[in-house]
């Protein structure tokens, strides 16, 4: 299964309390809903999603475009969703927005301990290239920085142009 049957809109302040209930669920530092007004308000800079199974939130990005940069700064699936490809279909098409918006590359941080999230983020392209120590504050523990390319690389994908 992937993202069948559910429907991508924008975030809007009216789902702060389903985000905010799946956030405390999901996460052990979630964050207050302050971040994701934030977010809401900044059309240009952030693609802040939230994916409806039903008419109910069952998955949620936050991803930030910059110029060639795009960082994905929350990826979330409810428990009762999770290990059907929702996360997986969610991050391609955060990962399409990026190359729609021209960005080169993509970045996260992930908790070390998160091996459900590096095996999905290695599945997509991304690699560990970098340790941030101390990175979380609720326990200290330290952040993988992953890093994938949003271009091809020079010779690949250009299968009929030889
Ligand atoms: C991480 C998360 C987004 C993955 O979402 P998901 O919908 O379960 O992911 P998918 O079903 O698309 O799985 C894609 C791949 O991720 C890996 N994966 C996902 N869940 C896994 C698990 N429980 N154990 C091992 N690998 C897992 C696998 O490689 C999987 O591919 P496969 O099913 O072909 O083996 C989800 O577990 C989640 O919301 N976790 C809590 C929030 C979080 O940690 N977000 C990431 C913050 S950086």
């Not at 052990?28 to 971040?35: L, N």
């Not at 934030?38 to 475009?65: F, H, K, M, N, P």
């Not at 091996?115 to 991304?126: D, H, N, Q, S, V």
Request: hydrophobic share 45%; net charge negative.
């Amino acid at each position: 299964m992937t993202g069948e049957g559910i429907v991508l809109r924008p975030m809007e302040t009216g789902d702060l309390l389903a985000v905010g209930a799946l956030e405390n669920d999901l996460f052990t530092e979630p964050w207050p809903a302050s971040i994701f007004e934030r977010e809401i308000a900044d059309r240009q800079g952030s693609w802040t999603v939230v994916g409806l199974r039903d008419d109910r939130i069952v998955c949620y990005a936050v991803v930030w475009l910059g110029a060639a940069e795009l960082h994905i700064a929350n990826l979330a699936v409810a428990a009762d969703e999770q290990r059907r490809g929702v996360g997986g279909w969610l991050l391609d098409r955060a990962l399409a927005r990026g190359r729609e918006a021209g960005c080169l590359y993509a970045t996260l941080e992930v908790r070390v301990s998160n091996e459900r999230a590096i095996r999905l983020y290695e599945k997509k392209g991304f690699r560990a290239v970098a340790m941030q120590h101390g990175y979380y504050v609720d326990n200290g523990e330290d952040a993988l920085v992953m890093w994938a390319d949003l271009i091809p690389a020079l010779g690949e994908e250009q299968d009929g142009l030889v």
